[in-house]
């Protein structure tokens, strides 16, 4: 009995270790972004919001936030229709053209982003769309696609397929089934591929370096900046921020994801 | 709305609903990649010159020596940490599995740029480790902890271990208990269990684990340029060296077209690897 306790208490010390290296850092950030002072402090001797206040009078930061969210709200937008049309094809096509085709689909998902990067600034540079937001949206649109595909074609894959064979055999056409039948029942896994392509979007930093250019800059190209040039303190206020904004965007994602499977 | 029908009676269905995210794919990604690979090779005429610097300057091999380092390191580490997280997710009762992989999944899906950041505020000469060892009276001098291959690691394995977990978890929990209860009744005590049954049922999960982060590291670009600094530059970071400091760019696309194919062929090697072996939900 006792070897058995100890036992368990031994894969519990070892893999609990584990988890609190990956838990830890991230919720140290929080009462770090409290900090009053311009030293970098864990537990802030004189707590207060500082910080928070100076981001939200920032100008600068203000700009590059809006900008963040444009593009995100674009990229969900691009990725969500592009993504439905491509996982409503592959659930047509029988096995042997489906395979290869969802794995180039889900290819910007394996090529590193430093190679993706270099190869659309390149062609952006070539037709003089650098820092524009269209350019942006594009190329986050690319990495965002394959959130969509799998997780529309996923919930494609438990859905009754009578229903939209009834709907066509009384005379609807391919439109209004897929609007009056498919969407009602794959609309959550609609909403989850969505949410993840905002959260690409928003968090995309080594793409966004280089097509960002120097005047329409990002929020996390302006935390890159910023973390090259100084530590400054009003990051860890920045971090929590954004690390909300993602719980919040992830959370139902994850949940939506969770039901489907 | 009848327009659209009579064109897509006219075209096939799946025809018309698989061209816009082709045409879009092919021009803002096949295409630009392309044009990396063609670009190593013509300049404008056909050359192999910049692959034979790449392989004849011992900078450049260095750079790829330290990459592979790196990279292995970081597999080693994930398997062995990703095995102990995951082993005690899978023992756990199911009500404590859920809040453990919490624990995994929601760090995983955050910033990785902001993950980074915290890390530097932590490792830094004056971050928060080096004050906290002071504090202890444990070190006189701040010890360095970043800008070194050391810093470099364990932030990888940071944002890495997930892709060890999820996939060995998976492969954990897909072992039928009656394997077990079979093992002890024949006799086995439970380290023995561990090294007969556990173990190479669970191989497939640290195989694919493996390789995912083989495969991700070598690309890593965010931990070395803030972790790592100018000595301990990764292949992404000299490709965006020669692209914004050097204007060298088909010598970035020829760097750029080794990592490309390096990083395929694996990523097909771990797929063939994967297939039908372990459940599509193994990945996040």
């Known amino acids: 009995m006792i070897g058995t306790r100890l036992r368990r208490a031994v894969v519990w010390l070892l893999g609990g270790s584990v988890l609190a ?16 002072s311009d030293i970098l402090e864990l537990i802030p001797t004189r707590p207060g919001l500082v910080q928070y206040e100076r981001f939200f009078a920032s100008p600068d930061w203000m700009q590059a936030m809006a900008l963040s969210f444009q593009v995100a709200i674009g990229t969900m937008v691009a990725a969500t229709v592009l ?108 909403l989850g591929g969505a949410l993840f392509a905002f959260n690409v979007s928003f968090d995309e930093v080594v793409v966004t370096l280089f097509v960002s250019g120097v005047r329409s800059k990002t929020l996390p190209v302006k935390v890159w900046d910023a973390i090259q040039h100084e530590i400054t303190p009003i990051l860890p206020a920045i971090s929590v921020l954004v690390i909300a904004v993602t719980l919040l965007v992830l959370v139902p994602a994850l949940l939506i994801r969770r039901r489907a499977a | 709305m009848s327009a659209i029908d009579t064109l897509v009676r006219r075209h096939g269905l799946t025809t018309c609903l698989l061209l816009p995210p082709l045409v879009f794919l092919a021009a803002f990604f096949v295409v630009p990649l392309i044009e990396v690979v063609r670009g190593s090779f013509f300049a404008p005429d056909l050359t192999f010159d910049h692959y034979a610097r790449m392989a004849s300057e011992p900078l450049y091999l260095r750079v790829v020596s330290i990459t592979l380092k790196i990279a292995l390191l970081t597999v080693l580490l994930c398997v062995l940490l990703g095995y102990a997280a995951a082993y005690l997710i899978a023992t756990a009762s199911p009500r404590a599995r859920q809040l453990l992989m919490l624990c995994v999944i929601v760090p995983f899906f955050l910033s990785t740029l902001i993950r980074n950041y915290i890390w530097m505020a932590i490792l830094q000469r004056s971050g928060l480790l080096n004050h906290a060892l002071r504090d202890l009276g444990l070190i006189t001098e701040p010890l360095a902890l970043m800008y070194n291959q050391t810093g470099v690691v364990v932030v990888m394995v940071n944002m890495l271990l997930p892709f060890t977990i999820f996939p060995i978890l998976s492969s954990l929990l897909a072992i039928s208990p009656d394997l077990y209860h079979a093992s002890s009744s024949l006799g086995a005590g439970p380290i023995r269990t561990f090294c007969r049954v556990t173990l190479p049922m669970s191989l497939p999960g640290v195989v694919a684990g493996a390789l995912l982060v083989f495969i991700v590291s070598l690309g890593f670009f965010i931990t070395p340029a803030l972790v790592g600094g100018q000595k301990e530059m990764m292949i992404s970071n000299l490709i965006d060296f020669h692209i914004r400091q050097v204007l060298n760019w088909p010598f970035a696309f020829a760097l750029a077209n080794v990592l490309l194919c390096g990083t395929l062929v694996l990523y097909f090697l771990y797929a063939r690897s994967v297939e039908g072996r372990l459940p599509r939900t193994a990945f996040p």
Do not use: C, K
Not at chain 1, 21 to 34: K, N
Not at chain 1, 118 to 142: C, E, K, N, Q, W
């Open chain 1, 21 to 36: 290296f990956l838990v830890v850092p991230v919720v140290a950030v929080v009462p770090m972004s409290f900090s009053s």
């Open chain 1, 83 to 190: 993504g439905i049309l491509a996982a409503l094809a592959l659930w047509r096509l029988p096995e042997r053209v489906r395979r290869p085709l969802e794995g180039m689909l889900i290819l910007p998902r394996i090529v590193p982003s430093i190679v993706f990067a270099i190869a659309i600034y390149r062609l952006f540079l070539d037709v003089g769309m650098v820092g524009t937001v269209p350019s942006l949206v594009v190329a986050h649109t690319v990495m965002a696609i394959p959130f969509v595909v799998v997780m529309v074609g996923s919930a494609l894959r438990s859905f009754d397929h009578s229903l939209d064979e009834a709907s066509r055999s009384l005379g609807a056409g391919p439109v209004t089934t897929f609007f009056r039948i498919t969407l009602p029942q794959i609309r959550l896994a609609i």
